[in-house]
């Protein structure tokens, strides 16, 4: 019985011994090198950080008026207005919401430094000059890496037929 018990002892604090090995291993692994340039490239501060302005899209008030062939010309713009955005890297980020009760259909997330200059850009939108959308906008401050996210999305999304 003393002898079971001393193996089981052994067991757990060579289990607890190697948990603690692998802990240290982690700690001490090497973080990838600073790319000095291409933190400037994305403006990104000493964190990696930066400031952008994110917009909510939420449902305006001519959403359920406008159908048909209007709404499929409105969409159009907007899909090209958020491109055309993103190439000229203002747009870091966009997207719709999955349904929920605060009628929020999207963001968008600007690279600039203020609320009015985001707010500027989304009236650019022609489903925010019909209505179909109205946005608020508020300073946010994430991963300056965020500003690579639109040359990824290039690469991995497929050509429409």
Not at 7 to 14: A, D, E, H, K, Q
Not at 124 to 135: L, R
Request: net charge positive; charged share 25%.
């Amino acid at each position: 019985m003393i002898l079971r018990l001393f193996v089981i002892t052994l067991c757990v604090m060579g289990i607890g011994l190697t948990a603690r090995a692998q802990v240290a291993a982690s700690i001490t692994e090497e973080k990838p090198a600073y790319d000095e340039a291409l933190a400037k490239r994305y403006g990104g501060d000493d964190n990696g950080m930066k400031t952008y302005v994110l917009v909510i899209l939420k449902t305006g008030p001519k959403d359920a008026a406008i159908k048909g062939k209007d709404r499929d010309a409105i969409f159009a713009g907007h899909m090209a207005n958020i491109n055309r955005l993103a190439d000229d890297g203002l747009l870091a980020l966009a997207g719709p919401f999955g349904k929920n009760d605060r009628t929020y259909r999207g963001l968008f997330i600007f690279n600039v430094a203020t609320p009015e200059e985001a707010l500027k850009l989304a009236e650019t939108d022609p489903a925010v000059k019909a209505g179909v959308f109205i946005v608020e906008a508020t300073p946010w401050y994430g991963s300056a890496a965020l500003m690579g996210v639109g040359e990824a999305h290039k690469r991995i999304t497929r050509s429409k037929p």
